[in-house]
């Protein structure tokens, strides 16, 4: 039996009646003679509600027709159905919103929407094109948003495909097709559910830009969703200024002025912190014996971390001296880096790297500083081995 789809006539049906043919044996699967759940599809989730008193936890496509997966049984053949309807609106506010952003972002940018996502918290659209300027960003939510006060009509029809003309896209697939218009501006293949007009939209919010195998992807609210999240992000930036002590408009150039103070300090510890290194390692040099051949050599073991740069910086101020060499090793994950003086006609990027190999490690580096992993401890201890510590 075809399930007749209520959603396709009146997405404003809220509650209505109807009767189970079909259930799974453990009445936790439904199927109606008609319904005004909406199943998840073309980028928009399933409807939830209740039927028969049984919260709806999914509603599934099954072509002829629609399966409703309830958290508990339903023994009865005629049902009460409730549409959550909070739910239920915002779907249709972030759809419809979709479908007037898409046309603004057509007639702007000559952006094609390739893909669309309905989110819990926001919605995204894949746009086939290389980049979307924050200029054009701002010209398309403007352009929207004048067309949501215009409160222009958003009605549905139903066309075969061969007769189906001036959609913004060409269909995937044929027979009979349910048109989505807004009034002058958009006609669109569509199953999903809509408002009446753009105004019910409500306001929308276009918000972040991200690449996304070759498309750009925008993310986008509408209606009360909008709201809230310019509220939160009004607050943050209220919190903001509040620790500036300033105004909102003066805050964002303070908090550049700190990022760039904050980076130029960093850049400086980061110098002074590889100069000490240097030096300690020079001292360490110093506080070396030399062993029979002449050669100071030294090794440091660390239990957990890594080869950072006050390490290296310190291997490299050990070996600036002549006949030197410095090995230092991390047990966890295992890691070990090796570095020569220059007069020690030894290179060190070419040693390590066939050490490491030998235990099925990767690494390597210049001819006077080489680092590099290996899968176990055992494996570290061989190459040390390999490199003169036992």
Known sequence: MITTRLYQQDAYLAEFTAHIVDRSEDG????????????????????????????????????????HVVASPVAEVEVACRIDWERRFDHMQQHSGQHLLSAVLLELSGAQTVGFHLGSESSTIDLSVDELRPEDVLAAEELANRQVTRNLPVTT????SAEATDLRRAPDREGMLRIVSIEGLDRSACGGTHVRATGEIGPILLRRLDKVRGNVRLEFLCGMRAVRRARRDFDGLARIARGFSSTLEEAPALAAGQQEALQASEKARRRAAGELARYRGRELYGATAPGPDGVRRTLLRRPSGSLDEELRAQAQGFVSAPKASFVAAVEDPPAVLLAVSADLGVNAGATLKDLLARRGGRGGGNAQLAQGTVASREALAAVLAGLGWA
């Open 28 to 67: 936790r699967r439904l199927y109606l003679d008609r319904t005004a759940f909406y199943p998840a599809s073309g980028g928009q989730p399933h409807d939830t509600g209740e039927i028969a008193g049984a919260p709806v936890l999914d509603v599934v496509d099954e072509e002829r027709r629609v399966a």
């Open 157 to 160: 029809s139903f066309q075969p």
